[in-house]
C-alpha cells in the first residue's frame, strides 16, 4: 500500500528507525522480501544439490575441471563481491540523504553487474562453441541451469534496479524510494551469498573432478 | 482443405472420442450461455470493477470458493467415469490412453486445483477477519496470486479439447514424462499449469504468514491466536519450504523436455530419482499444507458449536508446529520400494509413524472440547464429526503403509487408493466443507440450508465408505493402482461393483450441496446479527457479509476467544468495542487493479506457447510479463483513504452506530 501521504503513517516514536523503516508499510513489505528470500534460497538448494548429484555424470561429455575456466571465474567472483559492497556503499549514502551519492555508486554497482553478466555470457559461450552444451550430460545440464539461473537472477536484478535508479533521480529519497533501494541491495547481497556457495560448490569442488 | 492444415488441425483439437465431443459442446454451451447472460443483463462492467479487478481478500476468497466447486465438479466426473469403467470387469467404456489422461487429471485438479484453492478461500475470508486486520499484507499480490491459480486451472482444463491431456500421473515420473516417452503437448500443459499455479501458491504462502505475524490486532498475542488462524500458519511456513522443491522439480523436467537436457532421462547420466525425490520434498508436505487448515476449521466449529472454549490450546498449538515439522522429514515414504536401503527406510518410517502423535493430541482435544459441551448437531458439526472416524481408519491405515516391508506388498495398490483418498476426503474435503457451511453466513449473509445440508452429508458420507471401505480389500487383493481394466475370474468384481455405487452415491451428494447453495441464495435463512451461531472469535463481531474495510475501529485484544469474551463482558454490562467510544478514522484502502488479471492471462499465453512450443508466444508472454512489472514499480497512486462520512454511512446502514 504505498501512498503518497506516507507521512501520515510515521509514527513519532518510530522516527529514529531509518527511512525504510520508517513506515508500517515499508516494514512490511522488507519483511515479507525476506521471507521470498527463503523460497528463493531453497530454490537454489534443490539446483545445488541437482548438481552435487549429477556433476560426476559427465557420460561422453567434457570433465567439470575441464570446462572451467580459472581466471573467468574468479574475475567473476572478484566483480560480483564488489559490486555487493557498492551496493551496500549506495546504502550508507542513502541513509545519509546523500542523494547523489546514492546514485554514483548504483550506477557503479550496475555496470560492475552488466560486466559479470558480459563475463558469465562469454563463458557459456565458449562451452557451447567446444560442443559442450546442455544436451551433452548430465552434468553439464546441472551446471548451465544453477549457474544460469544464478545469472537470470543478476539481470533481473539489473533491470529492477534501474528502475529504481530512475525513480530516485525523480523523486529523491523518500520513505517509498529509499525502501525500494533497501529491498534491492538485499535481493542483490542474497545473489552475492549464492554465487560464494556457487563459487565453493560448482567451481572449486566440482573442478576438483 | 489442404493436407497441412487439416492435420495440424486433426493434432490441435482432440477428436476420436464421443465424450470429448460431448465436452466440447458442453464447454461451448456455458460460454456462450455465461456471455449470453453477463450481455442480457448488463453485467459486463459490474464484473470487471466488482470482480476480476478486485483486492478486496473477501472477494478473491469468494473468488477461490466458486472455482473449486467447479473445479471438484470436473475432477469428480472425471472420478465417476473412472469408476464406471473400473464397475464391471472387460469394461469397454473408456480406453487405456483415456483412462490413464483421465486418473491423471483427475488427481492433479483434486490436489492443485480443488484442495488448495479451497484453503486458500478459507484463508482469505477467514484470517484477516480473526485476526482483526483491515487486508492481507499484500492485497497485490493476493490478486495476482489469484488469477495465475485460476489461468493455470484453466491452461490444464484446456488440455482435454485442445492437444490432449497429461496421462503420467499426477506425479508424473520420468523417464514416463520424459519427451522420448511422451511427446504430445500434455505433459507440458501439465508442467506449466503446476509452475504457474505454484507461483500463486508460494506468493499466497508468504502474504498470508507476514499477514498473520505483523498484522494482528493490539493485544492479540501469539497465544491468543483463533486456532484456525495457527494452522494457516502451518501451512503457510509448509509452503514456503516445500513449493520451492516443486518448482525445481517441474524446471528441471520441463527443461529436459523442451531444451533436451539429461536431468531424468537413462541417458547421457540422468538420474529419474532426482526427481523422485523432489516431487515428494514437496507431495508429502503438500498433503499437510491442505489438511492442517481443515484442522483448524475443526477446532473452531467443534468450540462454537459445543459452548466451550476449545480444551487443550497450547497442545493444539504444538502439535500444529511438530506437525509441520515432521511433515517436512517424512518424504521417502512414498518410495520405499525404490531402493533406498533399510537405513534410509526405516528413517523416514519411524518419522512417518511420529505424526500419528501429534494428530493423535488434536483428535482427543476436540473430543474431550465436545465432552459435556452443549452440542448442537448443525452442518458444520456433522461434517466435523464425520471426519473424526475417516481419520481414526485412514490415520491406522497409513501406520500401516509406513510398515517399510509391509509397503512392499501394498505400494501403488487400491490399499494405497482408499488410505489416501480417507485421509484427503475424509480430512480436507470434509474440513473444507465444515468450513464452507460455517462461514457461509460471513461471506454472504445468508446461511445454507440445514436440512439439505444433512441430506447432502448422509449421502456424500454412506457413499464415501461404501466406495472406499471395498478398496481395501481390493488392495489385499492384488489390484494395483492406474489399471483401467481387469479380467474375470479374480473375485475383483463385486467389490469393484460396491464401490462404484458408493462414488455413485457421493456424486448425488456433490450434487446436493450445489443444489443447497443455489437454493439458499432464494430461501436461506439472513443473517442479520452478524454472528448467527453465537461464536467465539473476531470475525463474528462484524455485519455479515462484512464491510469492505472489515473493522471501522481495530478491536483490542485481551483474552482467548476474544468475541466470546467482549460478549459475556458485554452481558455484564461492560461494553467494550462500542464505535461511539472510539473516533472512528479516515481508512487507509488499496485501489483496484486490473493488471493482476492481465498478468494471469500473460502467463496463460507463455504456458500455452511452452505446451505447443510456440516460442513466439512464450517470448511475447514473457515480455509483457516484465512491462507489467515495471509498470506496477512506476505506480504510486495505488491506494485511497475512505472518509469518515462515508465509513460512518455504512455503519449506521448495519445499525452499528
Ligand atoms: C468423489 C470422490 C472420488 C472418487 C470416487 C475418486 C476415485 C478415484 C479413482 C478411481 C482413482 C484412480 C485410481 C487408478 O486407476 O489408479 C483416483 C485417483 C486419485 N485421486 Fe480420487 N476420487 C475421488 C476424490 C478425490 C479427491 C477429493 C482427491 C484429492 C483431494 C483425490 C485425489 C486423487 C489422486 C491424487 C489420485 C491419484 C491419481 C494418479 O494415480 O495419478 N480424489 N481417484
Ligand atoms: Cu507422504
Redesign the interface.
Known amino acids: 500500500?504505498?501512498?503518497?501521504e506516507e507521512s501520515l503513517?510515521i509514527p513519532s516514536h518510530s522516527r529514529s528507525k531509518p527511512l525504510e523503516y520508517s513506515t508500517e508499510d515499508g516494514?512490511?513489505?522488507i519483511?515479507?522480501f525476506w521471507?521470498?528470500l527463503?523460497?528463493?534460497m531453497?530454490?537454489f538448494?534443490?539446483?545445488f544439490a541437482?548438481y552435487a548429484?549429477?556433476y560426476r555424470?559427465?557420460?561422453?561429455?567434457p570433465t567439470p575441471s575441464a570446462i572451467f575456466d580459472v581466471r573467468g571465474y574468479t574475475a567473476e567472483t572478484l566483480i560480483l563481491l564488489t559490486s555487493s559492497f557498492t551496493s551496500g556503499i549506495a546504502t550508507y549514502e542513502m541513509r545519509r540523504q546523500n542523494k547523489s551519492g546514492l546514485i554514483t555508486w548504483t550506477i557503479i554497482t550496475l555496470l560492475l553487474g552488466l560486466s559479470f553478466i558480459g563475463l558469465e555470457v562469454s563463458e557459456f559461450w565458449s562451452d557451447v562453441v567446444s560442443g559442450a552444451t546442455?544436451?551433452?550430460?548430465?552434468?553439464l545440464?546441472?551446471f548451465?541451469?544453477l549457474v544460469g539461473t544464478h545469472g537470470c537472477h543478476v539481470s533481473f536484478g539489473i533491470?529492477?534496479i534501474t528502475?529504481?535508479l530512475?525513480?530516485v533521480i525523480r523523486r529523491g529519497i523518500t520513505p517509498?524510494t529509499s525502501r525500494?533501494v533497501f529491498i534491492t541491495s538485499l535481493y542483490w547481497h542474497f545473489l552475492d551469498v549464492v554465487w560464494v556457495f556457487l563459487f565453493t560448490v560448482v567451481y572449486m569442488i566440482g573442478g576438483m573432478y | 482443405m489442404p493436407v497441412d492444415i487439416k492435420n495440424f488441425l486433426t493434432h490441435f483439437f482432440v477428436t476420436g472420442y464421443p465424450l470429448i465431443y460431448g465436452a466440447d459442446a458442453s464447454i461451448i454451451l456455458a460460454t456462450v450461455a455465461i456471455l449470453f447472460v453477463l450481455t442480457y443483463f448488463k453485467k459486463w462492467k459490474w464484473l470487471w470493477t466488482e470482480w476480476l479487478t478486485t483486492v478486496d481478500h473477501k472477494k478473491i476468497g469468494i473468488m477461490y470458493l466458486i472455482a473449486a466447486l467447479l473445479m471438484m465438479f470436473r475432477g469428480g466426473v472425471d472420478a465417476i467415469l473412472m469408476r464406471t469403467q473400473l464397475m464391471l470387469p472387460n469394461m469397454h467404456f473408456l480406453g487405456p490412453q483415456h483412462y490413464n489422461e483421465i486418473f491423471t487429471t483427475h488427481g492433479t485438479l483434486m490436489i492443485l486445483f480443488v484442495a488448495m484453492p479451497f484453503i486458500f478461500a478459507l484463508f482469505n475470508i477467514v484470517v484477516p477477519l480473526q485476526i482483526g486486520a483491515r487486508d492481507v499484507a499484500f492485497p497485490y499480490l493476493n490478486a495476482i496470486s489469484f488469477w495465475l491459480f485460476f489461468f493455470a486451472a484453466l491452461l490444464l482444463n484446456l488440455s482435454f479439447v485442445i492437444g490432449g491431456s497429461p496421462d503420467a500421473g499426477w506425479s508424473s515420473y520420468p523417464p514416463l514424462a520424459g519427451a522420448e516417452f511422451d511427446k504430445g503437448p500434455g505433459e507440458n500443459y501439465y508442467l506449466l499449469s503446476l509452475q504457474i499455479t505454484g507461483i500463486g501458491s508460494m506468493a499466497t504462502g508468504i502474504n498470508f504468514l507476514v499477514t498473520i505475524l505483523k498484522m494482528r490486532a493490539p493485544g492479540l498475542t501469539l497465544m491468543r491466536l483463533p486456532l484456525f488462524t495457527w494452522s494457516v500458519v502451518g501451512a503457510c511456513i509448509l509452503i514456503i519450504v516445500s513449493f520451492p522443491a516443486l518448482t525445481a522439480a517441474l524446471a528441471l523436467l520441463l527443461i529436459d523436455r523442451v531444451a533436451g537436457a539429461h536431468f531424468f532421462t537413462m541417458l547421457a547420466g540422468g538420474m529419474p530419482m532426482m526427481y523422485v525425490n523432489l516431487f515428494w520434498i514437496w507431495g508429502h508436505p503438500e498433503v499437510y499444507i491442505v489438511v492442517l487448515p481443515a484442522f483448524g476449521v475443526f477446532s473452531e466449529v467443534v468450540a462454537t458449536f459445543s459452548k466451550k472454549r476449545i480444551f487443550g490450546y497450547t497442545s493444539m498449538v504444538a502439535s500444529i508446529m511438530v506437525i509441520t515439522v515432521i511433515s517436512y522429514f517424512v518424504w521417502v515414504h512414498h518410495f520405499f520400494t525404490m531402493g533406498a536401503g533399510p537405513g534410509v527406510n526405516s528413517f523416514f518410517a519411524l518419522a512417518t509413524m511420529a505424526i500419528a502423535i501429534p494428530t493423535g493430541v488434536k483428535v482427543f482435544n476436540w473430543l474431550f472440547t465436545m465432552y459435556r459441551g452443549r452440542i448442537r448437531i448443525t452442518a458444520p458439526m456433522l461434517w466435523t464429526l464425520g471426519f473424526i472416524p475417516n481419520f481414526a481408519i485412514g490415520g491406522a491405515t497409513g501406520v500401516l503403509l509406513a510398515v517399510a516391508p509391509a509397503d512392499y506388498q501394498y505400494h501403488n495398490s487400491y490399499f494405497l487408493i482408499a488410505h489416501f483418498h480417507q485421509v484427503l476426503i475424509g480430512g480436507t474435503i470434509y474440513g473444507m466443507l465444515a468450513g464452507m457451511y460455517y462461514w457461509w453466513p460471513k461471506m454472504f449473509g445468508h446461511r445454507l440450508s440445514e436440512g439439505l445440508a444433512k441430506h447432502a452429508f448422509w449421502w456424500f458420507n454412506l457413499g464415501f465408505y461404501i466406495c472406499f471401505m471395498p478398496q481395501y480389500a481390493l488392495g489385499l487383493m492384488g489390484m494395483t493402482r492406474r489399471i483401467y481394466t481387469y479380467p474375470k475370474g479374480l473375485g475383483w468384481g463385486p467389490y469393484n461393483f460396491i464401490a462404484t455405487v458408493g462414488a455413485y452415491m457421493m456424486a448425488i451428494g456433490f450434487v446436493l450441496i450445489v443444489a443447497n447453495v443455489v437454493y439458499s441464495a432464494f430461501y436461506g435463512e439472513r443473517d442479520t446479527t452478524g454472528d448467527i451461531w453465537d461464536a467465539r472469535t473476531l470475525e463474528w463481531s462484524l455485519p455479515s457479509p462484512a464491510p469492505h474495510y472489515n473493522f471501522a475501529v481495530i478491536p483490542h485484544v485481551d483474552r482467548r476467544d476474544a468475541w466470546w469474551v467482549m460478549k459475556q463482558e458485554r452481558k455484564e454490562g461492560k461494553t467494550t468495542l462500542d464505535l461511539q467510544q472510539e473516533p472512528i478514522r479516515p481508512i487507509h484502502m488499496p485501489n483496484n487493479s486490473g493488471r493482476p488479471f492481465i498478468l494471469g492471462v500473460c502467463f496463460f499465453t507463455v504456458g500455452f506457447g511452452f505446451a505447443f512450443s510456440w516460442y513466439a508466444l512464450v517470448v511475447l508472454g514473457f515480455l509483457a510479463v516484465a512491462v507489467l512489472l515495471l509498470v506496477r514499480s512506476f505506480e504510486y497512486e495505488d491506494s485511497h483513504y475512505i472518509p469518515v462520512e462515508e465509513i460512518k454511512e455504512t455503519e449506521a446502514a448495519y445499525g452499528r452506530l
Open positions: 500500500m504505498a501512498t503518497t503513517h516494514a512490511l513489505r519483511f515479507g521471507v521470498f527463503v523460497t528463493d531453497l530454490l538448494s534443490c539446483f541437482t548429484v549429477l555424470h559427465i557420460s561422453t561429455g546442455m544436451q551433452t550430460s548430465a552434468f545440464s546441472a548451465f541451469t533491470i529492477w528502475s529504481v530512475i525513480q517509498v525500494k
